[in-house]
């Protein structure tokens, strides 16, 4: 008989695992997609032994915290559910923290990260007196966060920032792809730090964003098997519709790492195509930057950006 379980890596040094693939809780509430379909997406999605849930308090006013709230009645304990905060502060952190809390319908969120830490003085913002930070802690005592960790799309350097800290961070959430290996590569400048200090890595961005990196020939099982290669938690997936889970459940339940000859064949594939960013927009321009984080940093809105989402 077929396999029809999902593999389990250990998330970080929590004790936790979790499934090497994850929902990606961004697109579940694009306009196009009708409550009771996502609702249905994410309840087929623990049903087949996705066990990690990607959320953001801003995704969509809300409307995805909302919807996967609803979707996990009766499934709670069988994901570990993680959620990002996107004050920098501590009193907004906080409340932020229970607007999560009521819409996703749990006591406890299991990894609380703050997001997209883009900017050069995000961390110095987090950490400063009365910032975010402080109400991590104050949340991880009160028992309503167990695990806490960031995120970021921009440079592996603002990353490290926040590793030069001094906090022990449990995950970070970032991107992983083949083209990441030739342009600002998180994969190479960043990854091995979070290993040594068994840090959870959550990838993501495995297409590139909005699947730009199909159009240089790649497929998405090439795409997704190649991200699962490298030595990271789980992969945080994009999806849409039934077809697009039911294809990345295949990818997961199937997955057998590339060798090192073969992820190196792969990354020889892109080379003449990686090297300025073209297909990781997220790196190279704003297009992928919430308006909530430009609207801290006093940039004005870009006209064409949409809800941001992990894919």
């Not at 999902?6 to 499934?19: F, K, N, Q, Y």
């Not at 994901?79 to 906080?94: F, I, Y």
């Not at 406890?108 to 703050?114: A, R, T």
């Not at 342009?183 to 960043?190: A, D, E, I, K, P």
């Amino acid at each position: 008989m077929a396999d029809l379980t999902i593999p389990t890596r250990p998330l970080g040094a929590t004790g936790v695992d979790v499934s090497i693939l994850a929902l990606g809780g961004g697109h579940l509430s694009r306009r196009h997609i009708e409550p009771e379909t996502s609702i249905r997406i994410i309840q087929e999605a623990v049903d087949s032994g996705v066990s990690f849930m990607d959320n953001a308090w801003e995704y969509w006013g809300g409307e995805s915290e909302r919807r996967m709230g609803a979707g996990l009645k009766g499934r709670r304990q069988q994901v570990t559910l993680m959620t990002k905060v996107c004050a920098r502060d501590r009193a907004t952190a906080l409340e932020q923290l229970e607007e999560s809390l009521q819409r996703l319908q749990t006591d406890v969120i299991d990894v609380w990260q703050f997001h997209e830490i883009n900017y050069d003085n995000d961390p110095e913002m987090i950490f400063a007196a009365g910032g975010a930070i402080e109400a991590a802690d104050e949340a991880k005592r009160a028992g309503k966060v167990r695990f806490v960790g960031f995120t970021g799309h921009k440079s592996p350097h603002i990353l490290l920032k926040m590793l030069e800290q001094d906090y022990p961070w449990d995950t970070c959430q970032m991107p992983v792809n083949v083209m990441d290996a030739h342009y600002r590569s998180f994969q190479q400048l960043v990854l091995p730090e979070f290993n040594r200090r068994r840090i959870g890595c959550l990838g993501m961005k495995s297409l590139g964003g909005e699947a730009q990196m199909l159009d240089s020939g790649l497929s998405a099982e090439q795409c997704r098997r190649y991200a699962m290669s490298l030595p990271i938690s789980t992969l945080i997936t994009g999806v849409e519709s039934f077809e697009n889970l039911r294809q990345d459940v295949g990818i997961a339940r199937d997955f057998e790492p590339y060798t090192a000859a073969e992820m190196a064949e792969l990354q020889t594939r892109v080379v003449d195509v990686a090297g300025d960013g073209r297909y990781e927009w997220f790196k190279s321009t704003q297009y992928f930057d919430s308006q909530y984080h430009r609207d801290q940093h006093g940039f004005p809105p870009i006209r064409h950006v949409s809800a941001p989402a992990e894919d």
